[in-house]
């Protein structure tokens, strides 16, 4: 783990990316060392993808932290999470949302979500198609979900050199919230975030209207699994 490094790129993606988009910075199996290099060159929004992780990084470090969950949720893991995060990127079904919604009414607290979209050529990326996304906002079940504040829409692109195609794919994404936007959501004000875009395809995330971004390797180098 090289310190300077990870302060570098912390201060290089601050300068870098637009007035707008946040810096998500994916720690999952990183070391709080390198968090907090991190930390210390001002990164405060980290990004895990194991339920297992938040709570001991949670108490590790300083208290201003907001930590987000971007990965596949198990059901029966949304309780370990719900004390500590401040965003789920990676809500993929109904009855994950319905999970959350209820843990979270247990916890006495609202988390904040976002619907996570499939637009990738990839059969393994998780989520909703854009047509199950309106379906479910259509169904307005989201109404009755009063521990949950739908904030947006998360999304990856298919790992893949053709940059067309992954422009093509996050312009689906930013319309779909775009769609979803003056629809459903006119009224909210919160509804305000596209999370797309990681180390290799953030620049074009943003080009096409990211306002989240999620980047690790860039930051804390390869992860050792
Ligand atoms: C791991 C992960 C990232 C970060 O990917 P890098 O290529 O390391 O920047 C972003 N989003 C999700 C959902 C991830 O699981």
Not at 47 to 74: N, Y
Not at 130 to 147: P, T
Not at 169 to 182: G, M, N, P, Q
Not at 204 to 222: D, K, L, N, Q, W
Request: aromatic content about 6%; proline content about 2%; some cysteine.
């Amino acid at each position: 783990m090289d310190i300077e490094h990870i302060k570098e790129e912390i201060q290089k993606l601050h300068s870098e990316l637009p007035t707008g988009v946040k810096l998500v910075a994916v720690s999952k199996f990183h070391p709080v060392e390198a968090l907090m290099a991190a930390y210390d060159a001002g990164q405060r929004i980290f990004g895990e993808s194991r339920a297992q992780e938040i709570g001991p990084k949670h108490t590790a470090m300083p208290g201003d932290v907001q930590w987000h969950f971007i990965g596949h949720l198990q059901s029966n893991k949304v309780r370990q999470i719900v004390p500590y995060v401040a965003l789920v990127h990676s809500i993929d079904s109904e009855r994950l949302l319905r999970c959350v919604d209820d843990e979270a009414r247990r916890a006495g607290r609202t988390v904040d979500v976002l619907l996570q979209l499939h637009v990738a050529q990839e059969a393994t990326k998780y989520g909703f198609t854009i047509d199950e996304c309106r379906g479910l906002v259509d169904s307005g079940v989201l109404g009755s979900l009063a521990n949950v504040n739908v904030r947006g829409v998360m999304g990856m692109a298919t790992n893949t050199d053709d940059e067309a195609e992954i422009a093509r794919e996050f312009r689906a994404i930013r319309h779909t919230f775009d769609e979803l936007k003056s629809s459903h959501f006119a009224a909210s004000s919160s509804f305000d975030t596209v999370s797309m875009g990681m180390s290799d395809d953030y620049r074009i995330a943003v080009a096409e209207g990211s306002t989240m971004v999620r980047i690790g390797t860039t930051i804390f180098g390869t992860r050792e699994y």
